[in-house]
């Protein structure tokens, strides 16, 4: 499976940006998806997570309320619609899948996940 990430960019605080990751070879419907971030110099960090039919999402306590994850099962690709950005926010942001048949969204560590995108850049100033 791949999976490519696009929609980053440089955007003022308070702005909105989406992102999308479209998945090529597997059966995307049967994945959960995830969106993790990495800002410099600190580890990567979950995001949000959405279940195969998107029925379930969970979210990252820092992004709860500002962020939004959705996927398109028919277009294999899943979203993240995130508002109110802050500096903080400022990383680059990759999408990661796995199979899972349990309809659970809580995947929140890097080492669940066995598909990566290449990351897009996120840039919020202040």
């Known amino acids: 499976v791949q999976l490519q990430a696009s929609g980053g960019g440089l955007v003022q605080a308070g702005g909105s940006l989406r992102l999308s990751c479209a998945a090529c070879?597997?059966?995307?419907?049967?994945?959960?998806m995830g969106w993790f971030r990495q800002a410099p110099r600190k580890e990567r960090e979950f995001v949000a997570a959405i279940n195969w039919s998107g029925g379930s999402t969970y979210y990252a306590d820092s992004v709860k309320g500002r962020f939004a994850i959705s996927r398109d099962n028919a277009k294999n690709t899943v979203y993240l619609q995130m508002n109110s950005l802050k500096p903080e926010d400022t990383a680059v942001y990759y999408c990661a899948g796995r199979p899972d048949y349990s309809g659970s969204s809580y995947y929140t560590k890097t080492g669940l996940y066995d598909y990566w995108g290449q990351g897009t850049l996120v840039t919020v100033s202040s």
């Open positions: 070879g597997g059966t995307f419907s049967s994945y959960v």
